[in-house]
């Protein structure tokens, strides 16, 4: 099969006598006119090569190489600078985003296959055992104070039962809860990260942030100090960040708080599932329609939503589900019953729910919405249900 070539260029004549170029020695190519289309059509492509021109008015080639070395899944494609300019501070900026040639421009066909070349045998090792990326899962509550978190910190565990390699991220800096929940000292993993500059968020950064909780379960976590929620506004370290978490699991699982933010949208179009938590009693079933209609206008079906609903008020004043279930056109994943004493406990005892009541009636459903969950995710191998 070709190798494919993507071409990053703002100058249409580069596109098309660089792409010719490259057709004529039997690669496939696809040219972006600058650098937001480029990283799209990475992701989308996920081409063997980049042809990465740094002078471009929307976003230089810098950092289009930033962000592509960001993004675990597309980080290892070899980039070939092209530059008008042959300074060597240019080079050395270069190759210090991650670059790994270079082409100075005008090229000669004969040096440009031979670079080509060159590049794509280098790196052809890389390209022959391609990881499978981790599945990820969002949880998001139609509004706030319903168990979102809660739900999420125990489905995490019931899927780590499974054999399930979880990652648990709280993605709300300043208004994290499940520090407290766990009697997590000190949950300062995720401002840190967002505190950063995007060059600076690296497996080994976001590595170092994470902590292991008892259970097993990986968590990374936000504090609970409320100068740090505009931390969220940080959108593309909370993106990298993200991006680095799907490079160390099989499972992410990322609790996004209530309602869309601006940190969390970009997030949930690039999810595998979005687990919509909604309390079946007015107003939050509206809440949870409007919810519904903007994920659809930002790219997430309905077929892309589990629905779980919170039951804690009285039977009386409940919708019921299957019309909850059909006003938001979304399959019922699960329902979670009240338990606050069982609630309290957990969380006074730093202890998570279905470890603390292995037979109660919410245990059991946690553990059924984690198998409805599990069918999104990359199969378990060589471990039994504990
Ligand atoms: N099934 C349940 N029945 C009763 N209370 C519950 C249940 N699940 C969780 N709770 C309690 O509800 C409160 C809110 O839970 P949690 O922090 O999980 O909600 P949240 O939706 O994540 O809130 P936030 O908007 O602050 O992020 C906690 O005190 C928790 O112990
Ligand atoms: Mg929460």
Redesign the pocket.
């Given at each position: 099969m070709a190798e494919k070539i993507l071409i990053i260029d703002d100058d249409i004549d580069t596109l098309k006598l660089v792409g010719l170029m490259l057709e004529r020695q039997g690669y496939e190519i696809s040219v972006a006119s600058n650098g937001t289309i480029g990283l799209q059509k990475t992701s989308s492509i996920v081409p063997d090569l980049i042809l990465l021109d740094v002078m471009m008015p929307d976003m230089d080639g810098y950092e289009v190489t930033k962000r592509l070395r960001a993004d675990p899944s597309i980080s290892s494609i070899p980039i070939i600078m092209f530059t008008a300019k042959t300074m060597v501070d240019d080079k050395v900026a270069g190759f210090e985003a991650g670059v790994d040639d270079y082409l100075t421009k005008p090229t000669h066909p004969a040096e440009l296959t031979a670079h080509v070349k060159a590049v794509l045998a280098r790196t052809a090792h890389a390209r022959s055992e391609p990881s499978e990326r981790a599945r990820s899962i969002a949880f998001v509550?139609a509004r706030?104070?319903?168990?979102?978190?809660?739900?999420a910190l125990n489905v995490s565990i019931a899927l780590q039962h499974q054999g399930h390699d979880v990652l648990l991220a709280e993605l709300?800096p300043g208004?994290g809860?499940l520090a407290l929940?766990l009697h997590i000292a000190e949950p300062v993993g995720l401002s840190h990260l967002l505190s950063r500059s995007l060059k600076d968020i690296h497996l080994r950064s976001v590595d170092s942030e994470i902590i292991a909780h008892k259970t097993g379960l990986r968590l990374l976590l936000s504090s609970f100090y409320p100068r740090e929620a505009e931390l969220e506004q940080a959108v593309p370290q909370m993106e990298a960040i993200v991006a680095n978490l799907t490079a160390m699991c099989t499972t992410v699982v990322l609790?996004m708080?209530?309602g869309i933010r601006p940190h969390t949208q970009a997030l949930l179009s690039n999810c595998d599932r979005v687990v919509l938590?909604v309390e079946p009693i007015y107003p939050a079933t509206m809440i949870g329609q409007t919810l519904v209609e903007e994920l659809e206008t930002r790219g997430i079906g309905r077929h892309k939503v589990s629905l779980a609903l919170?039951t804690?008020e009285r039977t009386s004043l409940q919708v019921p589900w299957q019309q909850v279930s059909s006003d938001l056109g979304l399959e019922l994943a699960g329902i979670?019953?009240?338990?606050?004493e069982q609630?309290?406990q957990?969380?006074q005892s730093g202890t998570p729910?279905i470890v603390l009541h292995p037979a109660g009636l919410?245990t059991d459903q946690i553990h059924k919405l984690a198998d409805h969950l599990s069918t999104f995710l990359l199969p378990v191998r060589g471990r039994t249900r504990l």
């Open positions: 509550g706030g104070g319903l168990g979102t978190s809660t739900i709300s208004r809860t929940d609790d708080g209530s938590v919170i804690r979670i019953s009240p338990a606050p609630a309290h957990a969380s729910l919410v």
